[in-house]
């Protein structure tokens, strides 16, 4: 019998049918990755890093699985790719991103893949989903929750709350 993990995972998009290409994640990591447990509203946010191109919608998901990191990994690119994602420099647009934030509290650091996400703790358009699912998940390295983190954080982007959400949030 497999051990079922609990893991957070991180939506955005900021090209083209925003809302489409996240209810398209959400239905294929559902068949691919495990089941969605929580699901946070949609929020949007200014790009961060590079700041001239159109504003991200975000999600985050509570995903429980019976998959190892790796496994996760392979399946949450192949989903971005089956979804139309190019590859693209660091931090600049796309159809959609999906991040592993956080595996239960397992630590993994290799060539490609870094996990609990090394800059989840610095970006409000992470910390306010999550902490709408998980404010009391204890990050495995910095031992503060992620309620204790949004409170920390210096980043100045504002998140803002979509309307609408109600029905996303019945789907799921």
């Known amino acids: 019998m497999n051990i079922k993990n609990t893991i957070y995972l991180h939506l955005g998009s900021n090209l083209g049918e925003r809302e489409k290409y996240l209810a ?7 068949k691919r990755v ?33 998959l190892i990191p790796d496994e996760v990994l392979y399946h949450v690119k192949k989903i971005e790719k ?12 796309r159809i959609i991103d999906i991040d592993i934030l956080f595996f239960g509290d397992k630590r993994v650091s290799n ?32 031992k503060l929750t992620i309620e204790e983190l ?16 109600d029905k996303l949030q019945e789907e799921e």
């Open 24 to 30: 398209q994640a959400r239905e294929l990591i559902k």
């Open 34 to 66: 495990g089941t969605i447990s929580k699901a946070s509203h949609l929020y949007q946010t200014e790009a961060w890093g590079v700041e001239d191109q159109p504003d991200f919608i975000n999600q985050a998901l509570q995903v429980r699985t019976e």
């Open 82 to 93: 089956d979804i139309g994602r190019e590859e693209n420099k660091k931090w600049h647009e």
């Open 111 to 142: 060539e490609k893949l870094k996990i609990p996400h090394p800059h989840c703790h610095e970006r409000m358009f992470v910390l306010v989903p999550l902490m709408e699912i998980a404010g009391d998940f204890l990050h495995p390295q910095l």
């Open 150 to 165: 949004y409170l920390e954080c210096k980043d100045p982007l504002d998140v803002i709350l979509l309307e609408n959400n």
